[in-house]
C-alpha cells in the first residue's frame, strides 16, 4: 500500500528495536521455511550431519523445508526459555522480521503485528526506509526459495 502511486506508506522509516522477547518464535501454527543454505549453516553449527539434522529438525511441506516446532506451544524447536539457541544462523525470515512484506504491506498490519512484538513501538529507534526495504527485499527472496 503507499500513500501515492510510487511511495511506500513506511517511506520515512519505523521505529523498531528486537528486545529478543522470542514472542515471534511461538505463537499460533505456522511455518519457518529454511533454505538448503540455511540448512547446512545449522547443521554446520550443531555439528551435525545433514542427514541428522533433517531427522530432528525439519519437516518437508511439499518440496521446501520448514523448522520443526513444538507440538501445544508451537515454539520453534529452537526456542529456549526465550532464546534462540541458534541465534548466529538463524533463517532469513527470522532475521528479516518483521520486515515482511505481508507486515508492511498497510499501516493496520504494521500494528496488528506490533500487538504481538513489543519491539515495535513510538520510543524505539527509527530504521530507515533504505534498510527497511532491504530487509523486505531479503525476505522476498528467502519465500521464493
Ligand atoms: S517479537 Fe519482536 S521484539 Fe520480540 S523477539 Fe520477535 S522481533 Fe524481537
Redesign the pocket.
Known sequence: MTDNANTPWYHQGLRFS???????CTGGPGYTWVSVAEIEAMARHLNLTLDDFGKKYLRRIGDRYALLERSVTHDCIFLQGKQCTIYPVRPAQCQT??FWPGVLHSPDSWKETAR????IHDEAPLISFEEIERQRQRQTVAEAD
Open positions: 528486537c528486545t529478543g522477547c522470542g514472542g515471534c522480521f518483521p504481538h512484538c513489543e519491539g
